[in-house]
Nanobody, 124 residues
Framework: QVQLVESGGGLVQVGGSLRLSCATS????????MGWFRQAPGKEREFVAT??????????SDSAKGRFTISRDNAKNTDTIYLQMNRLKPEDTAVYYC???????????????WGRGTQVTVSS
């Protein structure tokens, strides 16, 4: 399993932006499909975005489409994926998890590697 570490969460006002990062030093990351899930209090975990490898194609949930952008940077020694979140809404409040696996889709069971999560809180 790939070791993943998220950062970048925090408190932001409605309409604001945050950029989440997910870092790993494991070389196998370079061939993995990576993504983000989130879980709000009292709700089920839900898919947010994923990015495949070769080609680097991105896919989004309906709630993320048009506001969030997932990207990956393999240029540095520590490989990193990002989730740029714009025009944030109170309903975006959740713990966001970075995930990865060799081949994966939109289900959380597709991903064998999970980070510990980072809290995003959007205040109105």
């Amino acid at each position: 399993q790939v070791q993943l570490v998220e950062s970048g969460g925090g408190l932001v006002q409605v309409g604001g932006s945050l950029r989440l990062s997910c870092a790993t030093s494991d070389d196998s990351f370079r061939s993995y499909t990576m993504g983000w899930f989130r879980q709000a209090p009292g709700k089920e975990r839900e898919f947010v975005a994923t990015i495949t490898r070769r080609p680097d194609s991105a896919y989004y949930s309906d709630s993320a489409k048009g506001r969030f952008t997932i990207s990956r940077d393999n240029a540095k020694n520590t490989d990193t994926i990002y989730l740029q979140m714009n025009r944030l809404k109170p309903e975006d409040t959740a713990v966001y998890y970075c995930v990865g696996d060799r081949e994966a889709g939109y289900a959380d069971t597709d991903y064998g590697s999970w980070g510990r999560g980072t809290q995003v809180t959007v205040s109105s």
